[in-house]
Each structure stands twice: as C-alpha cells, then as structure tokens.
C-alpha cells in the first residue's frame, strides 16, 4: 500500500486549493492565513498574518512526516500534527490539546493521583489570580518570574486598585492560605495538591514543551522539621523517577540542581532530567525543598510542642503537560508516535479486511468479538470498521498514531479461527506474527504479553540511546567536544556560579543534575582541577 499522507503543522495553513479538511480553521473574515515551518520562533508568531507565497507546498495529500534525521524539530510538529495531539491556540504561543493528546495526559494523571493519595495528599483548588504584592513577598521569587507574569490590571471595566497575576505557580497563595490554617504543630503536616493551568509569558514556545499557558499539577506541603520536609521533597522525586521509568518508559536520570538552575526561591531543586531523540535534555520534572523563605515572607508559623512559634518547612513539586512532549520525543521514529503501552489509549486497533461484499459481515463479526473479548480482559482496544479508507491506509494510520499492537482479521483468518498481529515497536514483517489464535485462552495472555514485551523494549531502547550519548569527561576542553557533538557531559565539578555561566555561554549547555548516583573514588574537577566530591551532567536541552 502507499505511505498515509496527512497534513502536516509545517504546511496545514499554506494557501492551498486542496486544503485538508482534517484541520478545518473558521475565520470571520478568512484572512489570517497561517504558512508554518519547522521553527519554533514561528509558533510563537502563530497569529500574525503571513502573505500568500508563491513557491507554495504540495498539496496536503502529498506531504508526509519530516525525518527525524534530516529536520528534528519540524517532525516533532509534524507528528502533533498528524497524530492529532494539538493544534495552534489563537493566541501566540497556545495550544488546543486534542483529545488524543489529552488522553495521554489523563493517563499520567491517573497514574500519579493514585501515588499522590498512597503518600499522603488530598487534592483542592486555589485561585487562578493572586495579588501582585503575595509575588513580591519572596525576593527572589519575584525576580526569577517577573519576565514571564501575565498581569491583569482591568476587571469590570475599571481599572483594578491592585494588579493581579495570572497563576505562574502557586507557593504565594498557597502560603497565604498556609498562614491561616496552620496554628499548631498538630496541624502539620499539611500536604495538598492541584490539578491546574498556569501561564508564563514564554518569548520562544515549542507546542507541549513550553508555551503561553499549560496544564501541571503542583504538589505542597508544610512540616514541622527541616527533615521532614526534605524527606519530602526526596519521596515526590522518587515518585517522578517510577513514573518515567515504569509507565512512560524514559529513563530519566534523577539528581540536583546548580545553585544557578535551583526553583527561585527554593533551598534546593531535585529533578528528573530526560535525553530526547536529537539529545537535549528535558527537564521533565522538579521537586524542591523550599526550606523556610516562603514562610518567612508570608509568616506561615505553628506552636511547637513546647508553645514555641517557628516557621514552616515546605516543599513543592509539580510535573506538567511537557511530559507529553518527552513521549513524543523520546519514543517516536519516522512513522510518527510510538506510545509506551501503558500510557496509551488505545493499546490495539482492529482491523478487518475483505474484498467481497458477501465477506464485510463474518470479517466484521469476527472483529467485533474479538475486541469483545479484548476489552472484557481489560485492555484498551478500538475496531476500525470505517469502509472510507483501505485496510493499508488503516496501517499506516494507526501506525502513525502510536497505537502499540494492530491486530488484522480476514476472510482466511476467520476460516482458521486465528489473526496476524503486528508491533507498532518492530517495523515490518519482523514485527508482524500470523495464526494467533481467536480463542480468548490463547488471544488475551498472548496480546497482555506483547504489551508488556513492547513497554520493556522501548525503555531498553532508551537506556542504550542515553547511555550511548553520555561521555565521562575530565577537561573543560573534553566537555567542549562532548556538547559540540551533541552529546552530554559528566564531569566532575566543584566551579563557580561563574564558571558555570562561563560553561553556558561558551557551548549552549548547563548543569543538568548532580546526579543522585555518583561514581565512588578521588576525583578533581574537570574546570578548576580542584578536589571534586560530586560529578556534574551538562547537556544542552529544551
């Protein structure tokens, strides 16, 4: 059959006559006609007008998925695109997540509620808007985030005696709440948390990595001890680390930030930092120890025991709708999305096939029992029974769209009670195994350990991806070469803030992590040659 041909986000809104009707775009006065490329500067212009140009694309029917090798950044587009995960908002720097794309994000939602409750936290809600002056509290919170508020100053038709934020994260308000329900160390500890959006006045956004608005959950707490609070910010970490590696199938590698990259106004930042497919790093979530400043600026206190004020220990953490993004890149190949199977909404698609008419109903009911039979096991299957497209334009479909198993049924399959089912992780007839048998004894264990196969070879992929990209190194010069070859740098380092910065400027990368698992014996740091106790990641990244 002939590759699927689908529109993609780098041509969907040229001026075309053969304009797709998959992405349909109503305009009350039609004139904002959109050319997109691969450049993620031009996501974040997505609403200006562009002019007609007359070296246009092909038609959409003719365009196909980017490489990976030959342009990384616009397949990514290109497969939110056609995977049909996200579309451009009408803002600059939004987007509408699709229901596909919002399935995945129910998935890891679902995962960690779960964790989050087994821990100890109760979810609610806090307002979107905080007084401008709770930002101003913490000093260097309020310098860390300045450049990227949203502010309202208009409300009614009258201008505000106070100029509101639109929520960039939540530690102000939610101490200014702390404050009143804390009194008592009986009171502590106090752990929450939300399921939200936030908003950051991003200057360059790359749809689900970093844009205008996004969705997050955002974990607090407060304790009694400064241990208590860092064993805390320790656990959620943890949770993170599971997560990526058990249901997302990314091996992050978990550690510390710099002091240079620590949460404004946070003791200490502990993350999860994720290599994708081009080799940057994601940071793909954070826990920090925010030690006593935010309670100290907003006077968040309980009696001890003894009758005592002190301040509050706090942590936050939070993980958002970027990790989508990290799927995306971490897993996908030249035939669009691949999605770990346990966090997939669809884990097998169905497809039959026939050539007669007198074949379509025992083809069709054969089908239908056997998603029947599928979905009474548990497993997440959908029967594309649509007769609009041929059973190869199905394939390569669903191919795209990530779905792990396909299981096909015809007329031959049906007269020997069995199916042919193909991975989505193993292109091509090796992926492909004929006469599995309809029988649900056979068929369910059969698929359940092809899942589970699929979900362990994507991390053992990753593993060897990731490690094959890490170089050890012991100079600065050896570091320069690393990052100039697009790959990491672990080194060990006990520099400056400025030698840090001195780092960033001279080859685009950062310190990562210190990562949790450090090598054992005497080490000396790869910048200033002084003793080092710890080794240091250094990667550029998104």
Not at 45 to 65: D, F, H, M, R
Not at 336 to 345: C, Q, T, V
Request: with cysteine; glycine share 6%; aromatic share 10%.
């Amino acid at each position: 059959m002939g590759a699927l041909r689908l529109p993609s986000l780098t041509s969907i809104f040229t001026v075309s006559s053969a304009r797709s009707s998959l992405f349909p775009r109503r305009s009350c006065n039609r004139l904002n006609v959109r050319r997109l490329t691969s450049s993620a500067k031009v996501f974040a212009k997505a609403t200006e007008v562009a002019p007609a140009e007359s070296n246009q694309k092909l038609p959409v029917q003719e365009q196909g998925i980017t490489p990976r090798s030959q342009d990384f950044n616009a397949w990514y587009l290109d497969v939110i695109s056609m995977a049909e995960l996200a579309d451009y908002g009408p803002v600059r720097g939004t987007m509408v997540i699709r229901p596909y794309g919002y399935a995945i994000w129910e998935a890891i939602q679902d995962y960690l509620n779960v964790k989050f409750k087994e821990t100890g936290h109760s979810n609610m809600y806090f307002p979107q808007f905080i007084p401008y002056s709770f930002i101003e509290k913490e000093a260097s919170h309020v310098e860390g985030f300045s450049p990227e508020l949203a502010l309202v100053t208009v409300g009614g038709g009258k201008e505000l005696e106070e100029k509101l934020v639109v929520r960039p994260t939540s530690e102000t308000i939610v101490n200014h709440m702390f404050t009143q329900w804390i009194q008592s160390y009986r009171d502590l500890p106090l752990m929450i948390n939300q399921w939200a959006n936030v908003t950051r006045w991003e200057m360059r956004t790359k749809p689900f990595i970093r844009t205008l608005e996004f969705l997050w959950q955002e974990g607090h707490t407060a304790h009694a001890t400064p241990e208590e609070a860092e064993k805390e910010a320790m656990q959620m970490i943890d949770v993170y680390t599971k997560f990526a590696y058990e249901q997302a199938a990314i091996p992050v590698i978990p550690g510390r930030k710099s002091r240079v990259e620590t949460f404004a106004g946070a003791d200490r930042t502990y993350t999860i930092e994720a290599m994708m497919g081009d080799r940057k790093a994601l940071q793909a979530g954070t826990s920090h120890n925010l030690g006593q400043n935010f309670s100290r600026a907003f006077g968040t206190q309980f009696a001890d025991e003894n009758g005592q004020r002190q301040h509050v220990w706090q942590t936050s953490w939070a993980i958002s709708t970027r990790f989508v993004g990290g799927i995306i890149m971490t897993h996908g190949d030249d035939a669009g999305l691949m999605l770990p199977p346990r966090l997939a909404s669809v884990q097998v698609v169905i497809v039959p096939i026939w050539k007669k008419a007198n074949e379509k109903n025992e083809v069709l009911d054969a089908a239908l029992s056997v998603k029947d039979v599928l979905h009474s096991a548990g497993i997440k299957v959908k029967l594309d029974d649509s007769d609009q497209r041929t059973p190869g334009w199905k394939f390569n479909f669903w191919e795209m769209k990530g779905v792990p198993l396909r299981i096909e049924i015809g007329p031959r399959d049906v007269s020997s009670g069995s199916v042919v089912v193909s991975r989505r992780d193993i292109p091509g007839k090796p992926g492909k195994v004929f006469g599995i048998s309809m029988e649900s004894s056979v068929l369910v264990p059969y698929i359940k350990e092809k899942l589970d196969e699929i979900q362990s070879s994507l991390l053992d992929k990753a593993i060897a991806f990731r490690d094959s990209n890490i170089v050890d190194v012991s100079s600065y010069d050896e570091l320069k070469e690393a990052i100039s070859q697009g790959k990491w740098a672990r080194g060990p380092w006990v520099g400056s803030d400025e030698d840090e910065l001195k780092v960033k400027e001279e080859t685009g990368a950062t310190i990562r992590c210190y990562p949790f698992d450090q090598p054992q014996g005497p080490k000396k740091c790869l910048m200033t040659g002084s003793p080092a106790d710890e080794v240091a990641i250094f990667a550029k990244s998104y």
